[in-house]
């Protein structure tokens, strides 16, 4: 049973009443009613940020932490550190998962079992997890039992499919909640967690037969990888022409320049806000890949 209930349509709702969303949030939000209403026949879509707001029909939710309270009392519930390894298919061989927990909290000896997934209990030692508001982004480690050869084999395996890799580019979630939290606890409820860390793994770091270490990286921070994707043109379109995104499907023909011309093969289009506006009207909803507005202010 949740510690909080669900959400629910239709239904009254008072200031002071806390919710959860009707399935399991990454984000680690519940959500205070501010304006007591009745809510709507659908669930809304929920914010992700602590303190943002959304409507539901007469109700106005808040988006709050579902464990500042417990860990704000004198004596909080223990904190349960929870970890996945998600493989990639095309680089890995397989999309398996693999799910474990250090064990140190609470004196827990055997797996753990939250949100109905179970997770083996493994030495394992992170560091540097850390949040930053300037500089360089955070690179934590984690460290792993190989006392088995477990990670030996894994990584013999993932080599097998890409030579060297060494799992670079799995997945990495750390996951944390409080013990009274966990599946098989009067107060279970998947939903109460801190929000969910997602990293992928930059490099293989150490391998001994003791430990295996590996580096991450937040996905902000992988070679190749640029932000925004997409840049900020101002009077090219980026579109391709009579494509999904472009959606002219029209037979009016034109040149490069703007011309009238006869043919589909002559058809190409110029790129430019005016060559939008001839085939799809001066007034009309124009698809414009680009951004018209860019380098008009300072």
């Known amino acids: 049973m949740a510690a909080v209930a669900a959400w629910a349509a239709s239904t009254a709702f008072s200031v002071g009443d806390i919710r959860r969303a009707t399935t399991s949030q990454a984000s680690g939000l519940w959500f205070r009613c501010t304006i007591a209403g009745?809510?709507?026949?659908?669930?809304p879509s929920w914010p992700t940020d602590i303190g943002s707001t959304i409507t539901d029909?007469?109700?106005?939710?808040?988006?709050?932490s579902s464990v500042y309270?417990?860990?704000?009392?004198?004596?909080p519930s223990a904190?349960?550190?929870?970890?996945?390894?998600?493989?990639?298919?095309?680089?890995?061989?397989?999309?398996?998962?693999?799910?474990?927990?250090?064990?140190?909290?609470?004196?827990?000896?055997?797996?753990?079992?939250?949100?109905?997934?179970?997770?083996?209990?493994?030495?394992?030692?992170?560091?540097?997890?850390?949040?930053?508001?300037?500089?360089?982004?955070p690179q934590p480690t984690l460290t792993i039992a190989n006392l088995d050869g477990t990670m030996t084999t894994l990584l013999a395996l993932v080599n097998a499919t890409t030579l060297g890799n060494d799992l670079t580019g799995a997945t990495v979630k750390r996951i944390r909640t409080l013990k009274r939290y966990l599946d098989g606890e009067s107060t279970a409820d998947p939903n109460a967690?801190?929000?969910?860390?997602?990293?992928?793994?930059?490099r293989k770091a150490t391998e001994t037969r003791d430990v295996v270490t590996f580096e991450l990286a937040s996905e902000f921070d992988l070679m190749g990888q640029k932000l925004p994707k997409r840049q900020i043109v101002?009077?090219?379109?980026?579109?391709?022409?009579?494509?999904?995104?472009?959606?002219?499907t029209g037979s009016n023909f034109f040149d490069v320049n703007g011309n009238s011309v006869s043919a589909l093969a002559q058809d190409v289009c110029g790129k430019r806000l005016?060559?939008?506006?001839?085939?799809?009207?001066?007034?009309?909803?124009?698809?414009?890949?680009?951004?018209?507005g860019a380098g008009l202010t300072k």
């Open 274 to 292: 005016a060559s939008c506006k001839l085939r799809f009207g001066e007034n009309g909803v124009l698809p414009f890949g680009s951004f018209p």
């Open 69 to 75: 309270e417990d860990v704000s009392v004198l004596a």
């Open 38 to 43: 009745t809510s709507a026949s659908s669930e």
């Open 234 to 248: 101002a009077n090219t379109c980026q579109w391709i022409y009579r494509s999904s995104e472009c959606s002219y």
């Open 79 to 137: 904190i349960i550190e929870l970890f996945e390894l998600h493989l990639n298919a095309i680089l890995h061989g397989s999309s398996d998962v693999y799910r474990f927990h250090a064990g140190s909290n609470a004196d827990v000896t055997g797996n753990i079992v939250f949100d109905g997934n179970a997770y083996i209990r493994l030495p394992v030692q992170a560091d540097g997890f850390e949040m930053r508001s300037g500089g360089t982004l």
């Open 193 to 202: 967690r801190f929000p969910t860390e997602i990293w992928r793994i930059n």
């Open 57 to 64: 029909n007469t109700v106005v939710w808040a988006a709050i």
